[in-house]
């Protein structure tokens, strides 16, 4: 089985700071783990993937996230917020199962928000 | 690329009605995903598809929901009868192959139902 957590349904941050969202996940599997953007009324973007490749990966938007296997996490930082980003957020681990093939599995999403 | 294709972008329709979403996946890609969102329950996976064949439909709610995929470049999801609870966001999704754990998943800009 395979679960996400994240960390905190909402986080507020002023322009110009950092943000940091948080996730944990469990496999039984080895894991490609993704993070989601969704604003409001749209469906959800890919900011970034893990794939067993380097730990610290770079996403779209000035995102990034660091695989740690020992925690079982996959944060996502962005130095310096911006309006534009915010939206909803979600991990989201993915493992490939046989006979069921490749299941995501979300996260419950954390709500942005960024004040000027 | 023209992406993920879902219409009717907005549907409100009266409870006992047939509602049919429908999904263009993007070309090349041979799984394709409904998923469903609402407040209460966050993102939850309907039914998926690859090669056109129905893999995994345990997240389908009741007999009431059907989903077809007839070819690679086509698929529905009907309800039927509706009912208000149905209520939500429909997203479709596909990605190249659903054995690697690594292909990301590219949503769709999601069907909004409300049933009344």
């Known amino acids: 089985a395979q679960s996400v957590t994240q960390l905190d349904s909402h986080v507020s941050v002023s322009e110009g700071t950092p943000v940091l969202l948080r996730c944990n996940y469990s496999?039984?599997?080895?894991?490609?783990l993704f993070w989601y953007v969704q604003h409001p009324n749209k469906g959800l973007q890919l900011l970034l993937k893990?794939?067993?490749?380097?730990?610290l990966v770079k996403g779209i938007n000035g995102f990034e996230a660091e695989f740690k296997k020992s925690e079982t996490s996959f944060h996502l930082t962005k130095p310096s917020a911006h309006m534009s980003d915010a939206a909803e957020y979600f991990c989201?681990?993915?493992?490939?199962?046989?006979?069921?093939?490749?299941?995501?599995?979300f996260g419950g999403g954390t709500r942005v928000l960024v004040k000027p | 690329d023209a992406g993920v294709i879902q219409s009717p972008r907005h549907e409100v329709t009266e409870m006992g009605q047939e509602v049919t979403l429908r999904c263009k996946p993007i070309?090349?890609?041979?799984?394709l995903f409904w998923y469903r969102q609402t407040m209460m329950r966050g993102l939850e996976l309907l039914i998926y598809?690859?090669?056109?064949?129905?893999?995994?439909d345990s997240g389908m709610p009741e007999d009431r929901f059907s989903a077809k995929m007839p070819n690679a470049s086509f698929s529905t999801l009907k309800i039927q009868p509706s009912e208000p609870r149905d209520s939500a966001v429909y997203f479709c999704?596909?990605?190249?192959?659903?054995?690697?754990?690594?292909?990301?998943?590219?949503f769709g800009e999601g069907s909004w139902l409300t049933v009344v």
């Open positions: 999704a596909s990605s190249r192959r659903h054995t690697d754990s690594g292909n990301t998943i590219y």
């Open positions: 496999s039984s599997y080895s894991p490609s």
């Open positions: 893990y794939t067993s490749a380097a730990t």
């Open positions: 989201v681990v993915s493992a490939e199962i046989k006979a069921a093939g490749n299941k995501l599995t």
């Open positions: 070309s090349g890609h041979n799984s």
């Open positions: 598809f690859n090669n056109n064949v129905p893999i995994d």
